[in-house]
């Protein structure tokens, strides 16, 4: 039993858990203050008050909740006084409850029926515990309200003797109202329990219902709520009203008629969201059809908020035997750009123009341009860093647009930056590529087995234990690298990651790209101004004032050093030397753009 007990409520917290939960207390006391001090927005903010408490439960688990529940208890005490006491606890005991049953899945009825009953029970003792802290016995409670009933009741008989309804009122309703009078003062206990239940029942539905909306939003992926028969009975209650409006004649009305056939186009049919009345779209499980891996056995994994859960029991995104990479060729791009246009705010120009560009899976991509060409701003786009003014771009068939999937792009395809200093956090090795499975709530073991395969794919398992700032600039860059490849994403993109390295520094990390496109079936983006870094690449895309001038292999790119040149791209000592070769008469292959491969044509 004891060993049970340590395994639900941990001994310590770690720093992380420490830090987030204060940080979601926080969030939760700022909405309380906001609900007390602002006199007509207030009530609406109180329905927001639970959902810090519930990401807490769904990133980590009930004792971090309950912590954060307790940080927040006792700030409000400070600030407010005890009278807001009373409301804190019910709310933020309602986050930590709707956290527990999100996060197990558990159906709407059962939801709806258990928060109901509790919420009524906690009602009715927080009643009780008043009661006796004020110093007043129930029992002279009831005698007045005893007291009243009847003389509410005499003054019933008094006006019906009047009016000559006497003998009614004798033989026919003072039986009854004598009868409900001994139920209603002998049970009294359960009858203000079921009004309580009664009153909550609406009050528990809304709650759910928008911290669930919000909830998905963030990219957890729980129960659609409301689903099931609570769907059809609100769907029901739904079309009742908007007939019952549409007979009263409100539907001729400029503003209730907009109003109703928007509700009729977006709440009444069933969206690819995945049921809210709202026809928000989340990540549903027709979406992840087209995006997520199967397990082992061909069971769908579906993504949480920290990663991709497969039923068939391993936490990852990727078959068995393809750790890093994707999980399966498809004919379909991963990453579709169709017409895209951007413009960044306050600029007339245009970063982007008309680009159009499809990477496929596996693939080895290389973005080439001078400074300002657009290379970085298109990268940008390809992980919904930044979403297009036109166009759209289409990431395993999500649109980067939908706020509620970005969260998934994202974990799919991960970016490394020109500074690796922007990317570290933690101040020893290990930790900082742990740091991003940590913050999405995976589990230690699992945390453990992804942080050492990462660190060995990029070779820095003997540097575990040093602080960053101690390492050299490529052993940063493969730090970074190592935090993304914790993710298990499907793509990775280095943008300029290797501009402020030395010579050496620069050809180890694009060999480390080059090795894990090559073995683990990563899709690599490198996005440079380097045209030696691009010989090895299997597609080169040029980029000029927004625009894709140049798209092909490199040898089809190196074969026109004018066109490159006027690019204002510098040509690398290899392919001049190839090209002054074939000049002299050698028979120097177009596909030989290396030392390595020009030294194999001169000595067959």
């Known amino acids: 039993m004891l060993q049970r007990l340590r395994t639900i409520i941990p001994g310590r917290l770690s720093a992380i858990e420490i830090a987030e939960g204060a940080?979601?207390?926080?969030?939760?006391?700022?909405?309380?203050?906001?609900?007390?001090?602002?006199?007509?927005?207030?009530?609406?903010?109180?329905?927001?008050?639970?959902?810090?408490?519930?990401?807490?439960?769904?990133?980590?688990?009930?004792?971090?909740?309950?912590?954060?529940?307790?940080?927040?208890?006792?700030?409000?005490?400070?600030?407010?006084?005890?009278?807001?006491?009373?409301?804190?606890?019910?709310?933020?005991?309602?986050?930590?409850?709707?956290?527990?049953?999100?996060?197990?899945?558990?159906?709407?009825?059962?939801?709806?029926?258990?928060?109901?009953?509790?919420?009524?029970?906690?009602?009715?003792?927080?009643?009780?515990?008043?009661?006796?802290?004020?110093?007043i016995p129930i029992s002279r409670s009831l005698i007045y309200l005893h007291r009243n009933y009847d003389a509410f009741a005499a003054f019933l008989g008094f006006v019906a003797a009047h009016i000559g309804l006497g003998s009614w009122w004798k033989h026919s309703i003072f039986p009854f109202v004598t009868s409900f009078e001994t139920l209603l003062f002998t049970y009294w206990w359960l009858l203000y329990y079921l009004i309580s239940c009664i009153f909550l029942c609406p009050i528990v539905i809304v709650v759910t219902y928008i911290t669930n909306f919000l909830v998905r939003l963030l990219g957890y992926d729980v129960r659609p709520f409301p689903g099931g028969v609570l769907d059809k009975l609100l769907r029901w209650t739904m079309h009742s009203i908007i007939r019952l409006a549409i007979k009263l004649g409100l539907g001729n009305h400029l503003l209730t008629g907009a109003l109703i056939k928007?509700?009729?186009?977006?709440?009444?049919?069933?969206?690819?969201?995945?049921?809210?009345?709202?026809?928000?779209?989340?990540?549903?499980?027709?979406?992840?059809?087209?995006?997520?891996?199967?397990?082992?056995?061909?069971?769908?994994?579906?993504?949480?908020?920290?990663?991709?859960?497969?039923?068939?029991?391993?936490?990852?995104?990727?078959?068995?035997?393809?750790?890093?990479?994707?999980?399966?060729?498809?004919?379909?791009?991963?990453?579709?750009?169709?017409?895209?246009?951007?413009?960044?705010?306050?600029?007339?120009?245009?970063?982007?123009?008309?680009?159009?560009?499809?990477v496929q899976q596996g693939e080895y991509l290389v973005i080439l341009g001078h400074n300002g060409s657009g290379k970085s701003t298109l990268a940008r786009h390809c992980n919904a860093l930044l979403t297009p003014t036109s166009g759209q771009v289409l990431v395993a068939g999500l649109d980067t647009r939908d706020q509620a999937r970005q969260?998934?792009?994202?974990?799919?395809?991960?970016?490394?930056?020109?500074?690796?200093?922007?990317?570290?956090?933690?101040?020893?090795?290990?930790?900082?590529?742990?740091?991003?499975?940590?913050?999405?709530?995976?589990?230690?073991?699992?945390?453990?087995?992804?942080?050492?395969?990462?660190?060995?794919?990029?070779?820095?398992?003997?540097?575990?234990?040093?602080?960053?700032?101690?390492?050299?600039?490529?052993?940063?860059?493969?730090?970074?690298?190592?935090?993304?490849?914790?993710?298990?994403?499907?793509?990775?993109?280095?943008?300029?990651?290797?501009?402020?390295?030395?010579?050496?520094?620069?050809r180890e990390i694009v060999a480390l790209l080059h090795q894990l496109q090559q073995e683990h079936g990563l899709t690599i983006i490198q996005v440079t101004h380097l045209l030696e870094e691009a010989a090895q690449a299997q597609r080169i895309v040029v980029m000029e004032q927004g625009q894709i001038v140049m798209e092909g292999t490199p040898a089809t790119i190196f074969a026109d050093l004018e066109q490159l040149r006027r690019l204002k791209l510098a040509i690398p000592a290899p392919i001049e030397l190839a090209a002054r070769l074939r000049d002299t008469g050698r028979p120097i292959a177009r596909e030989a753009v290396t030392v390595e491969a020009i030294a194999q044509e001169l000595v067959p």
């Not at 993504?303 to 068995?320: A, K, N, R, T, Y």
């Open 23 to 135: 940080l979601l207390a926080d969030i939760a006391v700022v909405l309380k203050l906001l609900t007390i001090y602002l006199p007509i927005a207030g009530g609406y903010i109180t329905l927001l008050v639970p959902l810090p408490f519930t990401v807490l439960v769904l990133r980590r688990n009930l004792y971090t909740g309950i912590m954060g529940l307790c940080v927040a208890f006792f700030v409000v005490g400070m600030l407010t006084g005890l009278h807001s006491l009373f409301l804190m606890l019910l709310e933020a005991g309602a986050g930590l409850f709707l956290g527990v049953m999100m996060k197990y899945r558990i159906r709407d009825i059962l939801l709806v029926l258990v928060g109901t009953l509790g919420s009524g029970l906690l009602l009715t003792g927080l009643l009780v515990l008043a009661t006796l802290l004020s110093g």
């Open 262 to 358: 928007e509700i009729r186009r977006r709440g009444i049919r069933r969206g690819a969201g995945g049921g809210d009345l709202l026809g928000v779209g989340v990540l549903s499980m027709e979406t992840t059809e087209t995006s997520v891996p199967t397990g082992d056995n061909g069971d769908k994994c579906h993504p949480q908020g920290h990663g991709v859960l497969c039923p068939s029991g391993h936490d990852s995104p990727f078959p068995q035997n393809l750790p890093y990479g994707s999980p399966a060729q498809k004919p379909t791009p991963l990453i579709d750009i169709q017409h895209v246009t951007y413009t960044y705010p306050a600029r007339k120009t245009h970063a982007l123009q008309d680009v159009s560009l499809q």
């Open 407 to 506: 969260r998934a792009i994202r974990d799919m395809v991960g970016m490394i930056f020109q500074n690796p200093d922007n990317q570290i956090i933690a101040t020893v090795v290990e930790d900082d590529v742990a740091w991003a499975l940590t913050v999405r709530g995976l589990p230690a073991p699992l945390i453990a087995e992804r942080v050492e395969q990462a660190m060995a794919a990029v070779g820095i398992s003997d540097l575990r234990e040093l602080a960053p700032h101690r390492l050299s600039g490529g052993q940063r860059q493969r730090l970074a690298i190592a935090g993304v490849l914790a993710l298990r994403p499907q793509c990775i993109i280095a943008d300029e990651a290797t501009s402020q390295l030395d010579p050496l520094s620069r």
